[in-house]
């Protein structure tokens, strides 16, 4: 049999414990068909075969991204990025540009901005966006996602005025202390009054943007997609991408509460051409973090003493997870703070035995203790995080400041879960934090908080192939490079187990390879 595709001369990582390392890959229609030395597959080579030299080059698994938005990270495609912004000015000039490329009544979104890198030291306003954009409506977040800057025209959409109040544990309208006028700087739940008045895109330009965000996501290696859905919207253009060749393999997630409204138990199983797939269901125990909605046992460390709160009885949730377990799909429970862990558990262990062959999978699952790990450890339960939602929790949110020294330390103890035997999997939960998988990785290899918790390079590759692939049931066709397994690979610049844990990140991907087919050269 002679191969299609050969890639000679490599470094392979295959992920596979018995051939961790080869040098070259033979490829037949969408399946390897040989792993081993160059001179071996040199064997399968004729006429007809494509051949990449790699000249040393490493090769992985194709990614395998367990937590992503992908409507949402399209729609972020449009948006300026102002990361490198180092004062107003540069902000007024990318503005500039922007509006002479669009209509004037067209909203201008952009994040990324940050204050603190500014020269000279000065805090923005509206009147700083109003003196380029005086008629389009304008939206800066800043990188901290916290708060954004709003123009004048946005703020008069949005009807935001002087007038405009909003209770202080939720958000803040910034004000002129002396006129009492809108600053445009707005925070926490103040930015849903921009955010509900931006205008959805058009559902075809939606569907565009869509695949434009598939054929971004391959260029970072990644081959497979966990597709967490948030809209009802998202599953027209799910049907309609399963009439489309995609460059990508996707599963899709639903959340329980559109499942239940939007489609009962008449959810088509048959969105399968080209490796779309419907196949979880998530349930969410409780809130976020960041907001103090998710759900602890102990107060919050300030004022409030909140302790935020459960989203369902625990009978309720109880014969959610039985529905979901019965219709067929996998059950995800969304649950962040340890009271919301302790729920989804009680859950899971009244199932468990009544419903064999489950994967069950908990998201984030981020605090913990010592009888939540024991008790998740005996049901097997596999957790899903997002390395880069990790370091915001503590960089960003301030997690020690919020938590105390002792709480914090059992947030996402990963080291931890690892050695009493939890698969972890990993995602990037983009947009909402960077896609780039080895931006993830480096994170969690290079700890920069509670670093005994930290974990080896092989750890936290096998996050987003090897297990990635087990908590959807496709061990046996992903996930690592073997013979008979899919042809879904990247091509990476330099080999991650051997470079600097602080260069991690900067690794390129020059070819992501999926089913046997080239879908991205750099």
Not at 57 to 86: A, E, Q, S
Not at 127 to 133: E, K, M, Q, S, T
Request: hydrophobic share 40%.
């Amino acid at each position: 049999m002679s191969a299609d595709l050969a890639l000679i001369n490599g470094n392979i990582l295959t992920m596979c414990r018995s051939t961790p390392r080869a040098e070259a890959i033979a490829i037949k229609g969408e399946q390897i068909i040989k792993v081993g030395t160059t001179r071996e597959v040199i064997l399968l080579i004729d006429n007809n075969t494509k051949v990449i030299q790699l000249e040393g080059k490493t090769v992985i698994p194709g990614f395998i991204d367990t937590h992503i938005h992908v409507t949402d990270f399209g729609r972020l495609l449009l948006w300026l990025n102002l990361n490198n912004c180092k004062s107003i000015k540069d902000l007024q000039n990318i503005l500039k540009k922007k509006i002479m490329k669009i209509s004037p009544s067209k909203w201008i979104l952009g994040r990324g901005w940050n204050d603190t890198l500014f020269v000279p030291k000065k805090f923005p306003t509206r009147f700083d966006l109003d003196l380029v954009a005086p008629e389009n409506p304008v939206v800066f977040y800043h990188h901290s996602g916290k708060f954004c800057l709003v123009n004048s025209k946005a703020l008069e959409f949005a009807k935001i005025t002087r007038q405009t109040t909003i209770l202080s544990t939720e958000g803040i309208i910034g004000k002129n202390p002396i006129t009492g006028d809108p600053t445009g700087i707005l925070k926490g739940k103040a930015m849903d009054f921009i955010w509900k008045s931006i205008p959805e895109p058009a559902p075809d330009d939606l569907l565009e943007l869509t695949k434009l965000a598939c054929s971004k996501i391959v260029e970072t290696g990644i081959t497979s997609i966990h597709w967490m859905v948030l809209t009802p919207i998202e599953l027209s253009i799910i049907k309609k991408l399963s009439h489309n060749l995609l460059p990508l393999r996707i599963y899709v997630v639903i959340p329980f509460e559109i499942w239940k409204k939007e489609l009962g138990h008449n959810l088509q199983f048959n969105l399968q051409k080209n490796s779309l797939r419907i196949g979880a269901i998530e349930i969410s125990a409780d809130g976020y973090l960041a907001n103090k909605t998710a759900a602890l046992f102990y107060p919050y460390r300030d004022e409030f003493k909140s302790t935020g709160k459960l989203l369902y009885t625990q009978d309720c949730l109880n014969s959610s997870v039985i529905e979901i377990l019965q219709s067929g799909f996998q059950l995800i429970i969304h649950a962040m703070g340890d009271k919301a862990v302790e729920a989804a558990l009680i859950s899971i262990e009244k199932v468990t035995n009544k419903i064999q062959e489950t994967r069950i999978r908990l998201e984030q699952a981020a605090l913990l203790n010592k009888n939540l790990l024991e008790r998740m450890k005996r049901q097997k339960t596999m957790v899903s995080v997002q390395p880069c939602v990790i370091n915001s929790e503590f960089k960003t949110w301030s997690a020690i400041d919020n938590l105390g020294q002792t709480r914090a330390r059992w947030l996402f103890p990963l080291r931890t879960l690892i050695d009493n035997d939890i698969l972890l999997l990993g995602g990037s939960d983009c947009p909402m934090e960077p896609i780039n998988p080895f931006l993830g990785i480096q994170t969690i290899v290079n700890k920069q908080y509670f670093i005994e918790e930290a974990i080896n390079i092989t750890e936290a590759l096998t996050m987003y192939t090897i297990n990635a692939a087990y908590s959807t049931k496709e061990e046996n066709c992903k996930g690592s490079i073997e013979a008979g397994k899919l042809a879904d690979l990247a091509v990476l610049s330099e080999d991650p187990t051997k470079i600097s844990s602080n260069k991690i990140e900067g690794i390129i991907v020059t070819t992501t390879i999926i089913g046997g087919k080239i879908v991205y050269s750099g």
